[in-house]
């Protein structure tokens, strides 16, 4: 059974490996990575790794007004390898898939869930635990405090990537498949198995309240990383929404340090492996720390200009505490006639 994983990366070198490594652990076996623009060697990591034979490499450049991974996406719909597959699953290098069935695998999900179509992977938002540096070390086992679940508030922790079973949608999306085949209404369920309803099959992008579920499977979403880290990736920009700044309010909606959360940490033994044997590549090592250098260079120059200290020393003092049920929902509902009126 093939599972593939379809990305769109820019500078992403120091993580890279530990991404591609533990989605192999887990039982994705195909991936399919564009990368763009990048400063940092990832695009000459992605190469290795393809004449490894660990991953399908495309340069992607992009097309008229459309972002580079929506961009991504529409070449991917029609690549051979997104025809080869049998589930699929579009995430980003921030993105760690968590199975809690079982012993953690992706059989393990799949084999829970035998009359879906599409799992919804509910984001679980995991804050930057107060590191302030770029480590060398394995993002799962440098940032272990996430938000609470459920959490009601930003609706970002209500958010969900998709694994869906191939041929049951036409074209992939960000967070969803679209385009359900002509005649199927594929069944979707949430991460604890439950049934979400057949709206979910044309719609939905939130997984708030009664449809939340984390049970069998969660997403871990690393989207911060250390401070200087996050210094980085602002300087860098979302993939998907050129014109939207990541900025001190992307980081304060995101930096839940609320409750300890270690359940990926079972893997970690094999991941550390499974890493020490990819760097001990004669390719793949050096461009690795190469990268990392890079990185680390950038978030000193960026820490050193007005605008960048500025936001780090703002970044450091955020944290982010959930929002009352109730309120959050009156929020949310606002939100959603606010998306409805702007014709979303």
């Known amino acids: 059974m093939t599972r593939l994983i379809v990305t769109a990366m820019r500078n992403e070198a120091p993580y890279l490996l530990e991404w591609v490594a533990y989605h192999r652990l887990i039982g994705f076996d195909r991936f399919l990575v564009y990368s763009n623009d990048c400063d940092d060697g990832t695009d000459a990591m992605l190469d290795r ?82 590191v302030m540096a770029i480590e060398d070390r394995p993002v799962i086992a440098q ?40 005649g199927r209404a594929p069944v979707w369920v949430n991460g604890s198995g ?14 708030w309240g009664a449809a939340g579920g984390i049970d069998l499977a969660c997403l871990n979403h690393y989207s911060l990383r250390s401070a200087m880290a996050f210094l980085v990736k602002a300087d860098r920009g979302l993939p998907n929404r050129t014109g939207r700044p990541v900025d001190i309010g992307y980081w304060a909606d995101r930096n839940f340090n609320t409750v300890e959360e270690t359940s990926i940490l079972r893997h970690l033994p094999a991941l550390e492996a499974a890493l020490a044997a990819l760097r001990a590549d004669p390719v793949l ?53 606010l998306r409805e009126r702007e014709g979303e």
């Open 49 to 130: 790794l393809a004449a490894l034979g660990l991953v399908v490499h495309e340069r992607n450049a992009p097309v008229g007004r459309k972002g580079v991974q929506w961009t991504a996406l529409g070449r991917a719909t029609d690549h051979p390898e997104t025809a080869a597959a049998e589930w699929i699953l579009v995430a980003d290098c921030d993105e760690f898939v968590n199975v809690r069935a079982g012993a953690g695998r992706l059989d393990d999900l799949i084999a829970a869930v035998p009359g879906a179509d599409a799992v919804a992977l509910t984001w679980r938002l995991f804050g930057s635990n107060g």
């Open 285 to 337: 090592g050096p461009l690795h720390a190469a990268g990392l250098a890079w990185h680390r260079a950038r978030a000193e120059a960026l820490a050193d200009s007005v605008e960048g200290l500025r936001l780090l020393t703002r970044a450091l003092g955020t944290e982010r505490r959930d929002l009352e049920p109730g309120l959050a929902r009156r929020l949310l509902m606002r939100r959603a006639a």
């Open 143 to 182: 940032f272990t405090r996430a938000a609470p679940f459920p959490c009601h508030a930003p609706w970002e922790a209500s958010q969900f990537k998709t694994l869906f079973r191939a041929g049951s949608y036409r074209r992939l999306g960000v967070h969803r498949p679209k385009a359900p085949v002509p």
């Open 194 to 207: 439950a049934p979400l309803g057949e709206r979910f099959a044309r719609e939905g992008t939130l997984t």
